[in-house]
Each structure stands twice: as C-alpha cells, then as structure tokens.
C-alpha cells in the first residue's frame, strides 16, 4: 500500500502553544475532544503510530520547558491517508477549532518528512524538522501539504496537496 510498500512512510510533527493551561475553561473543549480525535486517528486507513505517553496522549510530555507547548507527532503509510485524517475526517472541525485553544504561531508549525517505514521519530527529530522548515523553507527533509516532497529517489518536484482553506497565512 503507498509509500510502506517502497520502504517509506511519512512522519508528520505539529506543535501548539495553548492560551491556558490544561483544567481553564478556555481550553478544555480541546482536552475533552482528545480522546475521540486520537481514536480517529487510530482507526484511520494508512495510520502507523502516534506519540503518547501513559496516558494516551501527547500532552504531557515536557517539551522546551513550557507547559503550555503540546506536541504531536504521527506516522503514516503514505502523504494521502494523512491529508484524508487532517482534512477529510472527524478531526478537520476540532483542527478548524485551534484558534480558539492556541496561540498563533510565527514560525512553522508543522512539518512533514520522509522516514524509513518502521522508524519511529523522537520529539527531537520532530522539532529539528520544524527548525528546518523555518530556516530554508519546504525541502525534502522537510516540507509541508503545500509543498509536499516525494518519496526520497523518486525525483519528482514538490505538490500543492491544496490543504487551503485550513492553512491559508500558513506554509
């Protein structure tokens, strides 16, 4: 099936500061809805992994020293079932939510990136692709929906998967 079958499969890292800490009325609409959206995710065609702790989600790992940055970071068989997930699933209206829990971010806040199938990405990794996308723009160890890269050795140039109108001011 896609990109697993070739060796490959696609790694995916997203990070959010939220406006209040876990508990305040503000943000826990986003708290509440984690466990329906990571089921989801879960039993989603093409979904390989996904960051959690004991608690079955990502939310309490330590992450820059800043309770209020959250991470997530997933691995998928190839850049279709991961679009479908985000854009074409129960997770598109939580994900059209954000600004309601987050703070916007000035930098990338997602990343996209090519890994050999059965690697599973730390949250170092993950944040060195954000770094990345931040200081040269989508290339192929680090791109975005916009500007998705192919499978390493496939030499064709980047695709508009068309994420719009969900990333519009967003690479």
């Given at each position: 099936m896609g990109?697993?079958?070739?060796?490959?499969?696609?790694?995916?890292?997203?990070?959010?500061?939220?406006?209040?800490?876990?508990?305040?009325?503000?943000?826990?609409?986003?708290?509440?809805?984690?466990?329906?959206?990571?089921?989801?995710?879960?039993?989603?065609p093409g979904f390989v992994w996904r960051l959690q702790s004991d608690s079955g989600n990502a939310t309490d790992f330590d992450v820059a020293s800043d309770p209020l940055l959250l991470v997530n970071m997933s691995v998928w068989q190839d850049a279709e079932s991961l679009f479908d997930f985000v854009y074409r699933s129960g997770h598109t209206p939580e994900m059209a939510r954000r600004?309601?829990?987050?703070h916007r971010f000035e930098s990338a806040?997602?990343?996209?990136?090519?890994?050999?199938?059965?690697?599973?990405?730390?949250?170092?990794?993950?944040?060195?692709?954000?770094?990345?996308?931040d200081r040269y723009g989508p290339t192929l160890q680090s791109f975005t929906f916009k500007a998705r890269f192919p499978q390493p050795g496939e030499g064709t140039p980047p695709v508009d998967m068309k994420p719009d109108p969900w990333c519009i001011g967003n690479a």
């Open positions: 990109s697993g079958a070739q060796g490959w499969q696609l790694a995916q890292i997203n990070i959010g500061k939220l406006l209040a800490p876990e508990g305040d009325p503000r943000v826990q609409p986003f708290f509440d809805a984690l466990d329906k959206v990571n089921a989801i995710a879960d039993a989603s600004r309601e829990y987050f806040y997602q990343a996209l990136w090519w890994v050999p199938a059965g690697h599973r990405p730390s949250i170092d990794e993950g944040l060195s692709r954000l770094w990345m996308l």
